[in-house]
């Protein structure tokens, strides 16, 4: 495919004086490709063969999903941590969590511990499946003295309210109210537990919150979000996601039920309501329980990963920003990284043009504009096979950016 551009004229070259151009590099990852720190490398290499003296700040991006933890570690400059926790059925399962430079910020992945590719391996368990190794994970980050928790939704395997991740945290799901559980041998507790997993979800009648993580109300929890779908309902987890995991039109049904009387339960035990809350149904019902217990905050993705690295910051004080993804199209404006980015830039005082580089453009330069993108370009060199141009993404990236760089900024050195 040719490249397709979206362009309206650069701004002003009297705003860089004499001074080196500034670049911001804002990437998500072309999947399959290149991750989002590749891509940021790539276009780099671009910008600075056609502008040598040209100061330009790398700012990796994600959209609060898979991907989002290496993104913010790389940008931050450190290492993941890993912990051996349970993937989404149970089994032991090594996972990754981060901690920014500075101590204050935990991250955790929910696909890192309780995702659909840790169990890709066996069938599907749609009632099974849940998210306790996430909350091992969580509980982790905790240890590590964190002020605040980043939760990147996405990729879950399960339909459990959050339930398993409370679990992972210390908290217990009985059977039974709290007042009639013995507390004399854990043989007689195990026997009130209820099971894991969406299941367990329509047993549930107390929620024992006596052995929760010590920290875990005193942290702030943010939860990055990319849909609005309610807890419940006909836009509800169960019935718009859980055919994904496997869910049967019988499960979905059951699920549905369950997690009414899991918000149910929440309510009364907490005075907050999460059945219809916009964005409670991400991730199978994740942010219920978060909301509800830990006073949780729903965000939005990309927005969220652009404060945590400073992005706003540096865009606003840039000449020319780069962004890209696989694919630019209609969802691209509805909430993911070119969203975010253009938004910024149009936001800022100085509003700097911002190009999109992506694998294909198949969005209307008139929709692009409206949401703050100046240019969209395609890698892709002509007519080629998707497997080639994949080959040759790196290359591409690179000389696509110089394009660019020379088109909107070689005037103005």
């Not at 705003?15 to 670049?23: C, E, M």
């Not at 450190?78 to 059925?89: G, S």
């Not at 299941?199 to 943010?222: I, M, S, T």
């Not at 100046?374 to 591409?396: K, N, Q, V, W, Y």
Request: hydrophobic residues 45%; negative net charge.
């Amino acid at each position: 495919m040719p490249p397709t551009t979206n362009a309206t004229p650069p701004v002003d070259p009297s705003r860089t004086g004499s001074r080196p151009v500034r670049v911001v590099i804002a990437p998500d990852a072309f999947k399959g490709s290149a991750t989002a720190a590749e891509v940021a490398r790539h276009l780099a290499d671009g910008v600075l063969a056609a502008a040598p003296d040209a100061q330009v700040t790398l700012l990796p991006m994600a959209d609060g999903g898979e991907g989002t933890l290496d993104a913010l570690l790389s940008v931050w400059g450190v290492e993941a941590r890993e912990l051996t926790t349970v993937d989404a059925i149970g089994r032991p399962h090594r996972a990754r969590y981060g901690v920014s430079a500075d101590g204050r910020i935990g991250v955790v992945e929910l696909a890192a511990a309780s995702g659909l590719p840790g169990v890709s391996d066996v069938g599907l368990q749609p009632l099974h499946a849940h998210t306790r190794g996430t909350g091992a994970l969580a509980a982790a980050v905790l240890d590590a003295g964190v002020e605040e928790v980043v939760v990147c939704l996405g990729g879950s395997a399960s339909t459990d309210g959050g339930a398993g991740l409370l679990t992972g945290l210390g908290a217990r799901l009985l059977a039974h109210s709290p007042a009639t559980v013995p507390s004399s041998t854990d043989d007689e507790l195990a026997g009130r537990l209820v099971p894991d997993g969406g299941e367990g979800l329509a047993r549930v009648v107390g929620l024992d919150l006596d052995a929760l993580h010590p920290r875990a109300r005193e942290v702030r929890w943010r939860l990055a979000v990319d849909v609005t779908n309610p807890l419940v309902g006909e836009r509800g987890a169960a019935a718009v996601f859980g055919p994904q995991k496997g869910a049967s039109e019988a499960d979905v049904a059951f699920l549905d039920a369950a997690l009414g009387r899991w918000a149910d339960l929440l309510e009364r035990r907490t005075g907050v309501r999460t059945h219809d809350l916009p964005g409670a149904g991400a991730a199978g019902g994740v942010p219920a329980a978060l909301v509800a217990v830990l006073g949780a905050e729903l965000e939005h993705g990309a927005t969220l990963v652009a404060e945590a690295i400073g992005l706003p910051a540096a865009v606003a004080d840039a000449d020319l920003v780069l962004t890209g993804e696989g694919s630019f199209d209609s969802q691209s404006v509805s909430g993911k990284v070119a969203d975010a980015v253009g938004a910024l830039a149009a936001a800022s005082t100085g509003r700097p043009p911002v190009v999109v580089i992506a694998g294909q453009v198949l969005l209307p330069a008139r929709r692009a504009r409206a949401a703050g993108i100046t240019a969209a370009f395609s890698i892709a060199p002509g007519p080629i096979d998707l497997d080639e141009l994949m080959g040759r993404t790196p290359t591409r990236l690179t000389e696509v950016a110089a394009s660019v760089t020379s088109l909107y900024l070689g005037s103005w050195r």
